[in-house]
């Protein structure tokens, strides 16, 4: 009986080993069934991801290849006179910079660069456009050339139409020959075709996205397109040779510019209020950019030819009569002022800079007298086209 108990014992035992490997067996051939699965699942998935990447970078290399087609075309569109209104399409261009100028109005800022060495200007380039880094080395230069836009060109409008209907002059009159006409191309006048000028200036200093320049010949807000380096072994040109009405300076100097003896005081005065917004240190220095600018005849050909029967009150060059200014007026009712020579005539001309509204007379023998200066409340609309536009000739 013991012994068919102990072999009962076995049996059992066997069976359960046997089972329990069974159920290992089917529990490792379902785990491998499913990893399988997985597997498949996870590779079916990749393929898909492939496939939608491939398709994502055909469309992104089409896309690309199209809009390089396009700006082609684009070029070449702009390269090619329109044949609905024959104008050739202009290109675009945006300022990368503005000039903040002590010449707050056309009227008085020079003809010409560097003739008023104490004419100075900053040029604030658009930091989203030009990143400082774009100056460097700029500092090195003693002078740079400045490719700027007319933009106070009275006759910006009559650009846009159709050169049948524009009426634009070819020709314009030129202060040295004493308003003689002379062709556009001829001239450095503002009005032209493209309404785009060229100057030069001394490079003081370079901070920043700002340059200082010295010598220049533009007014407040000018919109700058590019700025290149002045190179003295080639922009400098021996034995070049300009028509003999250019080298007529003397029709343009002054006789002598004098100061009312009082206005000095009147300029402290009016420093004390404005000076600190100002480029220049003191009045002192203010005063010399005052001579330096009005040893040049500021004034247009038809106000130089002009009667001075009447003299009309007027601002920005134009003619204007300050004996009534009752600030000017002295308890026994004369103005007050220094008189000028007799032979100086009434009509007194305004000049604007920064916010120093400056007042002289000149003579007939080009004798100029400073009378006095003021600050204006506003200036007034450079826009004015009976103002001298800056730059002729």
Known sequence: MASDSSGNSKFGFAIAVSSALAAISASAAVSWYLCKRKSRELESTIRELEASLKSSSDKCAAERRGRIRAQQALRKAIA???????????????PIGIV??????????????LIVPLARACLVFD???????????LEGYSHCWIIYVFHLNTDLEKLWKETSRSKFKAKVRVPRLKGEKVGVFATRSPHRPCPIGLTVAKVETVKGNTVSLSGVDLVDGTPVLDIKPYLSYCDSLPGSRVPSWVMVDSSLAVASVNFSSHFSSKLADCWAVAGKSSMY??????QKLIKEVLSWDIRSVSQRNQTNDLPVKEINGKASDISSDPDDLHEDGSDGREKAPLHCTDIVYHLVLERFDVLYRIDSDGNVFVEKVTLPSDIPDNNNENIRNQHEE
Request: aromatic residues 4%.
């Open 100 to 113: 903040r100028s002590c010449f707050s109005t056309r009227n008085g800022t020079p003809r010409q660069p």
């Open 80 to 94: 090619q006179p329109r044949l609905e209104d024959s104008e050739v399409t202009s290109y675009p261009m945006r």
């Open 127 to 137: 930091a989203s456009r030009v990143p400082p880094a774009s100056l460097e080395g």
């Open 281 to 286: 240190a003191s009045p002192e220095e203010l």
